[in-house]
């Protein structure tokens, strides 16, 4: 439905972390991945992003942390999702305000997070009342992992196998209060921007043979790691998660060129976990470890992490979707 005038509208959405990793793409320009993947939305990392809309051409504008994106990164970021929207409402021109609270482009979702709290700020103030599941849809088109971020607490995103991508989307699984006791010690090993982005990362992915196994291993134990979560089972949970970063990671390294996100202190932080028994890490795109485990044994982990060299902690609970912050619409 039309408006008048200069509209606003803020929204805060969750940084996410993936557990069944998604990693290789079946198409890239509407993100369709290769495997369905199984996420966790973080309380602790998030993006508040504030939009002002008018309708009618004119320049979209995006600004992160106070800084101007512009060219192929603003495509990137917001210039699909932007055209997603068009095709929704009608023309309109948007200058959009980001402000992230932890490292971007390091492998801690920043991406995701700023897009799907794009995606919820831009649904609000357009007046077009979508659902969680046909965001997730827009979102997916800014970064793939944005659509886990439109929720909280678990999520499932669904691969899809139709080839306009109406089926591949994200729902939760399990509340952000399924599992209270689960939390998640991210290590900041560097805030220095990545020299290959996950986007073109995943380009080189058909040139590793280990892909067609790790295709296999996410179909077939997916469900064990679904299940894990729904019986609370730690030791279970833990070995999943962990495999399932080793598997991406080495598909990582087996493609051509390789490209390394994991450093020395992510490897020795590896080693140390491995060893404790008490949690599960994870990796993403970057060297900045997410360690699960429970609350009473957070303290060790900090300890551990401390003893390979990161200084920079912090603690997560699982957390809630987004949810819009101000309106004037």
């Given amino acids: ?17 993936a557990i069944v990793k998604y990693w290789g793409k079946r ?5 369709l991945p290769l495997n369905s993947s199984f996420s966790i939305s973080l309380e602790a990392l998030r993006v508040d992003t ?14 992160i942390d106070g800084e101007e994106v ?3 990164e603003f495509e990137e970021y917001a210039g699909r999702v932007l ?24 492998g801690l979702a920043s991406s ?41 607490g678990f999520v499932l995103w669904e691969k899809g196998t139709r080839d306009d991508g109406e089926d591949s989307f994200c729902y939760q699984v399990f509340p952000e209060t399924h599992w209270p006791e689960l939390v998640d010690v991210i290590g900041i090993v560097g805030r220095q921007k990545k020299k290959v982005s996950s986007r073109k990362g995943m380009l080189r992915v058909s040139s590793s043979p280990l892909m067609e196994c790790r295709l296999k291993f996410v179909e077939e ?11 609370k089972d730690e030791g279970e949970f833990y070995y999943w998660t962990m495999r399932h970063s080793n598997s991406m990671h080495a598909v990582i390294l087996d493609s051509w060129p390789s490209t390394f996100y994991l450093n020395d202190i992510s490897f020795a932080l590896i080693e140390r976990i491995q060893e404790s028994g008490i949690a599960g890490y994870t990796f993403d795109a970057g060297p900045n470890p997410h360690v699960f485990t429970t609350e009473d044994e957070a303290e060790e982990v900090v300890r551990i992490m401390r003893e390979v060299g990161i200084t920079e902690i912090v603690i997560s609970r699982v957390g809630p979707g987004p949810k819009v912050l101000d309106s004037n619409r």
């Fill in 1 to 17: 439905m039309k408006g008048s005038g200069l509209r606003k509208a803020r929204a805060e959405a969750p940084s996410n972390i």
């Fill in 27 to 31: 198409n890239k320009e509407l993100n």
């Fill in 50 to 63: 504030e939009v002002s809309v008018e309708d009618g051409p004119g320049t979209s504008r995006l600004f």
């Fill in 70 to 72: 512009t060219g192929e």
């Fill in 83 to 106: 055209e997603a929207f068009r095709r929704l409402y009608g023309d309109f021109h948007a200058v959009i305000r980001s402000k992230t609270n932890f490292p971007k482009s390091a």
């Fill in 112 to 152: 995701a997070a700023g897009i799907a709290a794009l995606v919820v700020a831009l649904n609000e103030a357009l007046g077009l009342s979508l659902s969680q599941i046909e965001l997730s849809k827009i979102a997916r088109l800014g970064s793939g992992s944005a659509c886990r971020s439109t929720t909280g």
């Fill in 221 to 231: 134990t997916l469900p064990k790691v679904i299940d894990a979560v729904r019986r």
